[in-house]
């Protein structure tokens, strides 16, 4: 039998199979601490799938409105593009004369229009509960322009026609709510403007929108004449959605200074929108990221003590490694080795949490504010997950220095003689 | 004759305490060859840890000049230091220090790890059959008595065959038969070649050394060698 000792190959084997025998040692201290930083991993996770989640939310919302540019009546231009996002009440409307003035605009390339009003809802899947639904007056070759996407859910119908004011459009969530199928009626109690009593009008449902993730799911679309009518806003429209023919800086430029000149009309570029509307939500996700920072150094910090309690205790054991011929470099990697393991697991256990937890993330969050988008605001994909995996090791590189390093300069002498 | 696998001359070690100089060693004379035993004797305080630390390269001296292995370590760094122990000098000390989340057969196997070798089972097991533990290679520390737990310690020194075993108090925490046994273990290993210091209280185990040195006050109070 050869009993020839021979070089190992494998010593980063030998050295993270001892990390992890030693960190086995105090099971419980190292449950803690690896839950530590797993904590703050969840939360730096999460705070990055909503920064990518909610960017990519406005960014598919406003997309999918179709349009590159808005001409709505005067106020706050974010107010009303929440307000297409997402439905609400204060609405406020054009000059009846605004879409006749701009429809013939060389640099337009299409144009629709559009007119939004809020009904009372009755005879809900509640019944005992009255609800309010979005209605949108569209005119459908336009609109259809702007949304070419939009379809039928299989076998449901068709658009209306300018000549049926009684048609109506569900979109796929109304539909759902409702339970309603093509041929059903769809009742509603619209207030004429000018009047203090709701009208009740039953509507026929001509077709069910397939589900295209955008507010239009939950909106009633109706010929753009009827919903005028039977709100008693003949003439008048909520929104000119527009695509120019050249769309930059420039020609927004000049197309706003151009229709500036209405009094009573703001033009918005919805570039514009995602840009505040990305802003505005910064200042909390700055917030929630400090929290995160801060329970990320703290955890760090646990890490940290964590791991020199763990030299301490072993001061004698480390001196022994040093007599039986553990370079000052050995000593490093090994409890440097320790650190690295925790906040590795710790990154992979929180990040599984933060994967898992994201659903009950998005609705604390939606609990907290009102985010103006439909769809997902929280989404964790592998890259954010990589990134925390990858952070979290550089940061067990950075926490490990001072240990490893306390460890690795003792002495032998005094160590075994202190571990004694 | 044979050159001394350690061969140290006028070893001093001073310590400062405040504005005190602390002479723990003061010019001791010392030699080791091959398949000899020598223990190092004397009260507490009298110098034997500090001279063992010293011959076995744990410490540097203040003054004095010394060989281990045929090489100078006279003005060697720490780093350096370490690279003369590896794989020349084994330890064993009154405290066992084995990892106790680590099988008796890990703990001995743990210096191969520093040394850059592969584990070597059957040489373990052969080292465990010479300590009398190779049917306790799975169990961990915690499953040792403290005789057990030492020869344990003895076989990792030996592990990395050694041409120097140092063993600083060994039966310090053994009741005597198992101090004794343990003492048998060291001369079976001197008759394979092995050079082993040895610092102890015990007189009766001293003097089964081949020679006894007895410090006082840092210095060599007597050198008796034994038949």
New interface residues.
């Given amino acids: 039998?050869d009993?020839r000792?021979?070089?190992?190959h494998f010593?980063l084997f030998?050295?993270v199979s001892?990390a992890f025998?030693?960190l086995?040692?105090r099971m419980v201290r190292t449950a803690l601490t690896i839950s530590g930083v797993g904590l703050a991993v969840a939360m730096a996770v999460s705070l990055g799938g909503f920064v990518m989640g909610y960017q990519g939310a406005i960014n598919r919302s406003i997309d999918m409105l179709g349009f590159q540019v808005m001409i709505m009546a005067k106020g706050c231009p974010y107010e009303a593009a929440t307000l297409m996002l997402k439905g609400g009440t204060g609405l406020m409307y054009l000059p009846g004369d605004t879409y006749e003035k701009v429809k013939n605009d060389p640099d337009i390339e299409s144009i629709t229009p559009i007119f939004v009003g809020i009904a009372l809802k009755e005879g809900t899947a509640k019944d005992s509960e009255k609800t309010f639904t979005i209605i949108n007056g569209i005119d459908v070759p336009s609109f259809l322009s702007m949304k070419p996407w939009l379809k039928f859910q299989s076998g449901s119908g068709r658009w209306f026609s300018p000549q049926s004011p009684d048609e109506v459009v569900l979109g796929s969530e109304v539909a759902a709510f409702e339970h309603r199928q093509v041929g059903d009626s769809f009742e509603a109690n619209i207030t004429p403007y000018g009047k203090t009593e709701a009208v009740h009008h039953q509507l026929k449902v001509v077709g069910i929108l397939a589900q295209a993730g955008t507010q239009d799911d939950g909106t009633v679309f109706m010929p753009l004449d009827s919903a005028r009518s039977a709100f008693n806003r003949p003439r008048q429209l909520t929104i000119l959605g527009l695509k120019l023919k050249q769309f930059n800086a420039a020609t927004m430029r000049d197309f706003e200074n151009k229709w500036l000149k209405l009094p009573e009309v703001q033009v918005v570029s919805l570039q514009q929108v995602k840009t505040t509307l990305i802003s505005l939500v910064a200042t909390a996700q700055t917030m929630i990221a400090a929290v995160a920072v801060i329970a990320v150094i703290v955890a760090l910090i646990g890490v940290i003590n964590t791991i020199l309690m763990s030299v301490y205790e072993r001061t004698?054991?480390i001196?022994?490694?040093?007599?039986?011929?553990?370079?000052?470099g050995?000593i490093f990697q090994l409890i440097w080795l320790e650190t690295l393991v925790i906040c590795l697991f710790g990154s992979v256990i929180g990040s599984i949490f933060a994967w898992f937890g994201s659903g009950l993330v998005e609705k604390a969050i939606r609990s907290l504010a009102d985010f103006g988008v439909s769809g997902s605001i929280v989404l964790i994909t592998p890259g954010v997950v990589g990134y925390a995996i990858l952070g979290s090791a550089v940061l067990g590189f950075f926490a490990g220095l001072y240990p490893a390093w306390r460890a690795a300069s003792m002495?032998?002498?005094e160590s075994?003689r202190e571990?004694? | 004759m044979k050159t001394p696998l350690i061969e140290a001359r006028g070893l001093k070690r001073h310590y400062h305490r405040g504005s005190e100089t602390v002479k723990a060693l003061d010019g001791v004379d010392f030699s080791i060859h091959s398949g000899e035993m020598v223990s190092v004797l004397g009260p507490s305080g009298s110098g034997k840890t500090t001279l063992i630390n010293l011959l076995s390269c744990l410490d540097a001296p203040t003054e004095g000049t010394m060989t281990v292995a045929g090489k100078s370590v006279t003005g060697l760094s720490e780093d350096q230091l370490v690279e003369v122990r590896r794989g020349v000098l084994g330890f064993v000390f009154q405290q066992f220090h084995l990892l106790p989340t680590l099988t008796v057969m890990e703990n001995v196997e743990l210096p191969l790890t520093f040394l850059g070798l592969k584990p070597h089972p059957q040489r373990t097991k052969e080292v465990l059959k010479l300590v009398g533990l190779l049917d306790r290679a799975s169990h961990l520390p915690k499953e040792l008595s403290g005789g057990q737990m030492q020869r344990v310690a003895i076989a990792r020194a030996l592990m990395i065959e050694p041409k120097i075993l140092v063993a600083d108090e060994p039966t310090g925490n053994l009741d005597k038969a198992t101090g004794e046994s343990i003492f048998g273990l060291f001369k079976e290993l001197t008759q394979k070649g092995l050079a082993i210091i040895i610092t102890t209280h015990n007189m009766a185990f001293g003097y089964e050394a081949d020679r006894v040195v007895t410090l006082e006050d840092g210095r060599i109070l007597k050198e008796e060698k034994r038949a």
């Fill in positions: 039998m009993t000792l021979k070089e190992d010593t030998r050295y001892l025998k030693n086995r040692r004698g054991e001196g022994i490694m040093k007599a039986i011929g553990a370079r000052r050995d002495r032998p002498v075994i571990g004694a």
